[in-house]
């Protein structure tokens, strides 16, 4: 057979014209990183119009269909047409479609897989398709995060694959205090989401604090009218005397209808949003609106300064417990999670010691000591709450004079507290400072803006792994996932926050999601070195 010098030239040609194809593929990078990832041949063009399909039996899914025309509709000339199908009939063979596949039996999970005809997110629930969206999502050029940038481009193609993916914890969480800094909905709407960007589901919301009482409650005005504003902040650490405050006065709370805008904008994004409701400590904002609830009866203010402080909720009077079942009532209103946390960390002791109400409860309950007045004060809101048909989650130090029966445990002192409860048949998330505090000092403290302490790198909170080794396989079963904490006493500004923040939650968000053994630091850096052009386009103030 005789080749020809033009053959030979040709198929040189073919060969180079397919290499960017090829290296576009290798470095399509997804993070979370998927469960299985292969390349296929052919590339979807997004252009002209698009039929997007979406089973007309799952009206759910249509709310992701419009997610996902708003985004392609960025791309010059692109138009999308959400059409609802009968399952019964056979499947669109080309533009873009929905299914979903219960019998996957990998909740949150889904199947997407591009050809040069169809792209195809097949949904374990609608969740799993929501996650495949955002697969998708990563595929495409990072322009199109913005309607102004995506307006220069042409030509875009998705490069086949085929992903199956599904999580590794069911919980995946992000917490973020507006106690101590005050975030407003539009910020809280940008921080949730990246966090679904990053396939985070859960959003623990801490609303309230010594420094500020932050969500309206109708029954209880004072709240928000005193106790969600400060005089004036602490200047720089000030962990002694002489202190040194700003003398500009501080706050902000949001209104029911704003948690209500934000618990919807999270639903659609397959958020659940926990709500905190900090007890017994914590509660100085909360004293200073109504100081009868405190041991001394005060009189109390907002605290300007940051720490662990001695006043409490009274545990001996019982209008402290009427106080907060009304402020539940109303917060349970507020969130369909099935979760409410109840703080629980850091109560200092001394007001109890010397409360005459308090240690009559100690009495008349028969209890030990002022531990198991904590462990009586969060069993009898366990038991308000389990009447309306919720769980509560605490920090750790709920462990201390005896846990309540259902309670959750959020270990943040290290991950003993979370192996104690596990051992005890409670579920658990962890959240250690070691790995999880993304309010510590990312890098050199002497080049960083000041932090409140500690040291966490991107690489250390890479090495998170929510199982600790001690626990045995059907300990390990309690152990529901992790999440990221967002501490803002020295956080004044939402650039500040992303800095923070980013990356180091979305090394959170591989570890949560990908399975161990697809967790690579090496490769998790490649991805994140691309996936920052996604994050500069969407604006996002990322520690570099
Ligand atoms: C905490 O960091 N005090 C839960
Ligand atoms: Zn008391």
Redesign the pocket.
Known sequence: MKISGNFIRITITLVIMTIPLLIHNTLAGIIPEPVKMENRRGNFRVQGNIELSVPLEHPELVAHGEYLKEYLERIPGVSVTVKRFTEGQSLPDQGILFTLDPAMDKPEGYILEVSSRRIQITGNDAAGVFYGMQSLRQLLPAETEDPIKAAALSRVRVSGVYVEDYPLFSYRGMHLDVARHFFDVEFIKKYLDLMALHKMNTFHWHLTEDQGWRIEIKKYPLLTEIGAWRKETLIGHGSRPPFEFDGQPYGGFYTQDEIREVVAYAAVRHITVIPEIEMPGHATAALAAYPELGCTGGPYEVETRWGVFEDAFCAGDDYTFEFLENVLSEVVELFPSQYIHIGG??CLKNRWEECPKCQERIREEGLADEDELQSYFIRRIEKFLLSKGRNIIG?DEILEGGLAPEATVMS?RGVSGGIEAARMGHDVIMTPVSHCYLDYYQADPATEPLAIGGYLTLRQVYTFNPVPPELNQEEAKHILGGQG?V?TEYIKTTDHLEYMAYPRAIALAEVLWSPRAKQDFESFQKRLQKHFQRLDVIGVNYYK
Request: charged letters at 35%.
């Open positions: 960390d850091e920090w943040w904490n501490w």
